[in-house]
């Protein structure tokens, strides 16, 4: 059997008061669930400029009715940091102390708008290191989806196993297929997409923000609708977990490579 998650992450004001409400109403017309990282505080880069205007930047609260619709609907919302952008540009320069505060910030500010404490995280940019793999083992996530990879594992970073499962994502993220295409090449992308999915477990990421791009939203719309059509399960992330063994996943490195046309190195699945 096919089975797919969608895995959508948010870290602009576009992707989320834009993007965000038509793929929720997708999945609702269809009866579907999808996991839904959003970046809680600001979309800024990191920079001076940046911060001085952080206010008028802050992402879920633009529109905190949103995350709450999400989550109202069933669907596995969890975080993507805290300033999503600044974690994909300076994320090993970052102080340890900086990093731990800003997660637990995301986790105290995420349960203030939903009522609940988040299960999952998914770090931006793909990009993860030893202190970030750790302070999710402090804060408890049920799960993290960091990297890319093949299936659920426990990641390992030089001596240290962590204790959260990793669920990887396995396809290249949708703003990468598609980018720079005409929508007729991105309707062909997405209907070869769908014929090619293997059996068993996929995951696809992608940036909220490409609901918003007029030459990608029906194509992403009949995507979703033949893989519904065609008897593709749809699964999240956090139910996947819930139906393994966590604490007898395989153990696998987490190394630093070139995946899928990112711009930088990510963190992937090492099975070697």
């Not at 948010?10 to 834009?18: C, K, L, P, T, W």
């Not at 349960?111 to 970030?132: E, K, L, V």
Request: with cysteine; proline share 7%.
């Amino acid at each position: 059997m096919k089975i797919l998650a969608l895995k959508i992450y948010i870290d602009s004001i576009q992707g989320y008061r834009e993007g965000v409400p038509k793929l929720l109403d997708i999945m609702s017309e269809l009866d579907i669930a999808a996991s839904i990282y959003f970046g809680m505080g600001t979309e800024d880069d990191g920079s001076v400029m940046s911060r001085i205007f952080r206010e008028e930047k802050e992402i879920v609260a633009s529109a905190p009715g949103i995350i709450r619709d999400a989550h109202r609907r069933g669907h596995d919302c969890g975080i993507y940091g805290w300033n999503p952008r600044e974690w994909q540009l300076r994320l090993e320069k970052m102080k340890d102390t900086t990093l731990e505060a800003d997660i637990k910030r995301s986790v105290e500010y995420f349960a203030r708008r939903t009522g609940n404490r988040p299960a999952g995280f998914a770090a931006p940019g793909f990009r993860a290191t030893y202190i970030s793999l750790r302070i999710q083992d402090d804060v408890r996530f049920k799960y993290c989806s960091d990297t890319f990879g093949h299936y659920p594992f426990l990641p390992k970073i030089s001596w240290k196993t962590f204790a959260t499962p990793q669920v990887p994502a396995t396809l290249p993220p949708l703003e990468i297929m598609l980018q720079k295409c005409t929508e007729a090449v991105v309707r062909t992308r997405m209907e070869n997409l769908s014929d090619t999915l293997p059996d068993g477990l996929s995951v696809l990421p992608m940036n909220a923000v490409v609901a918003s791009v007029p030459e990608i939203f029906p194509p992403l719309y009949e995507f979703i609708t033949r893989c519904h059509d065609t008897g593709t399960r749809f699964v999240t992330l956090h139910r996947v977990v819930q139906s393994l063994d966590a604490k007898n996943l395989p153990q696998c490195e987490v190394v630093s490579a070139k995946a899928f046309g990112m711009p930088r190195e990510v963190a992937v699945q090492s099975t070697d």
